[in-house]
């Protein structure tokens, strides 16, 4: 009798306790079924923010972080639900109260090195309540959500919520609002918010078609998984790797892609692959050629405007390609640029076809090539992409050969100069996916959506992975929904929040 009485009487100092700060229990956070499905995770552009550079030798920027991002899989989630806003300081702060959760490891939001958007007192603020609360740890996410019957989300889960279940258009539609933003307060990030963090749910752009608010921009999340680099390739593939140093991509063993994804040797050379108009030119010589003349032009384009360099681009690599075409040749006259030739003429008719096959390459390459030397690098690479992966929906039939498969990913361009000083430069291969078309790859066991398992080589220990943007990015390209970062990526924790996922209805256990 008296040990219940005590008991009572604890229970009502905290609840007491609890009321004289202003903390009363908080309503559960509303979440939203998420239909299970299978859809494309990964893949993404290999320089997002056109980092390469053109200096006297070319640079193509290597980011250890998109590489992992790169590998296009085919997987399969159940049925689940996810909260609909991030989780707010005001819940937070009750969790804390009834000695569930532990206070935030930083109560400031943002960088304080950063003016915009770095609010000293953020966590124990009344006018921040219903903000993200940000600053906690992975292990305070999971104390969290598991007081709430939940977990974290996996990051299938999380990236087949922000995709709308796999929609590539929503998803456009959504990248293209964080370029162009036209009124602050559409997206919680960089320009649309004024690199400020926004009150949860009222980013009018940032919503999915389910109803779930926030997953591109606001705070970045936590979610269930430990960060692996080879997190979705298939365990035949990952023995093509050594482990690298500490939180970077794995190497390649003998610097040459695992052995499972490689064609012949002329797979990655070709070079004795002909088409009409680029005769000798294979995949890996696209690229090295391409990035040869980006450097070559685009560092010379000081004085020039962006047309001339691209005019200057289109001229110098499809004469590299073709050869030299008839003098008088001036592909902006369109279909009249070899109408003088005489094809009657001796040699004529080889004349025109030269002419022909020149003003093509050069309609081809021209209006592709950038307004800088490392938009240039990024066409290259990626018409090397389409070239070996493509293959024949691209064109590319012959020089595609018996090259990959179509599924495979790429991770960044070896550089490496050679005795003789050239540079080359070609994608390496880095996995088979674990997941195609015909076999999905399963992100459950049982009816219940886990986190990837970790490979010796790829994984890194201890490090959860972070999910989305910070509201302080400046840079739109940072705004992707395969962005993969860990937590020593993150320069201050005071960008990162989370939500929570359930098995089950969370409402029905209420």
């Known amino acids: ?16 306790s609890a009321c004289s700060a202003g903390i009363d229990p908080p309503p559960p956070t509303p979440a939203v079924k998420i239909a299970g499905g299978v859809f494309t995770m990964g893949g993404g552009s290999y320089d997002p923010c056109n980092a390469s550079k053109v200096t006297d030798e070319f640079i193509i920027s290597c980011n250890d972080k998109v590489q992992s991002e790169l590998v296009k899989n085919r997987v399969e989630v159940k049925p689940f639900w996810l909260d609909s806003i991030e989780v707010t300081n005001f819940r937070y702060e009750h969790c804390v109260a009834i000695g569930d959760c532990g206070a935030p490891e930083a109560t400031q939001a943002g960088d304080p090195k950063k003016a915009a958007g770095h609010h000293k007192k953020y966590y124990d603020t009344d006018s921040y309540k219903h903000y993200p609360v940000i600053g906690v740890t992975a292990e305070q996410a999971e104390k969290y959500c ?9 990051e299938a889960e999380w990236e087949f919520a922000a995709t ?7 998803v456009a539609e959504l990248h293209a609002a964080a370029k162009t933003c036209e009124g602050k307060g559409e997206i919680g990030f960089g320009s649309c918010s004024g690199q400020d963090v926004l009150e949860t749910g009222t980013a009018t752009a940032d919503v999915t078609a389910q109803g779930v608010h926030d997953l591109l921009g606001n705070a970045q999340e936590w979610v269930a998984d430990t960060f692996d ?46 088409t009409a108009d680029f005769p000798g030119d294979g995949c890996a010589q696209r690229l090295q050629d391409c990035a040869g003349q980006c450097g070559t032009t685009w560092n010379a384009a000081n004085a020039r405007t962006t047309a001339q360099a691209q005019a200057d681009f289109a001229d110098s690599l499809c004469r590299k390609r073709l050869g030299a075409p008839p003098d008088a040749t001036d592909c902006s006259k369109g279909a009249n640029a070899c109408a003088g030739i005489d094809e009657a003429a001796e040699g004529g008719a080889e004349q025109k076809a030269a002419c022909e096959s020149f003003c093509a390459c050069s309609a081809d390459v021209g209006p592709q090539a950038g307004t800088s030397g490392g938009e240039c690098l990024q066409t290259c690479m990626q018409g090397y992409i389409d070239c070996a992966v493509g293959g024949v929906t691209n064109g590319y039939e012959t020089e595609r050969k018996a090259c990959l498969d179509p599924a495979v990913g790429f991770a960044c361009v070896d550089v490496q100069t050679t005795d003789g000083g050239s540079t080359r430069n070609r994608m390496r291969p880095i996995c088979l996916p674990r997941g195609t078309d015909e076999a999905p790859y399963k992100a459950y066991e049982g009816s219940k959506n886990v986190p990837h398992e970790v490979s010796e080589v790829g994984g890194v220990d201890g490090h959860h992975v972070i999910r989305g943007a910070a509201f302080q990015d400046a840079d739109a390209c940072q705004a992707r929904v395969t962005r993969r970062e860990t937590w020593t990526d993150v320069a201050y924790s005071g960008t990162v929040g989370f939500r929570c996922a359930y098995d089950s209805d969370p409402a029905a256990a209420q």
């Open 146 to 154: 598991a007081a709430q019957g939940g977990r974290l989300p996996t």
């Open 229 to 274: 680099y080879l997190a979705y390739c298939q365990a035949s593939s990952i023995t093509g790797f050594e482990k690298g140093k500490t939180n970077k991509f794995p190497r390649l063993k003998n610097g040459q892609p695992p052995a499972d994804v490689r064609g012949p040797d002329e797979c990655l050379d070709a070079e004795d692959s002909t």
């Open 164 to 170: 709308s279940g796999g929609d590539t258009a929503a």
């Open 1 to 16: 009798m008296r040990k219940n009485h005590v008991f009572t009487l604890g229970l009502w100092a905290l609840a007491a």
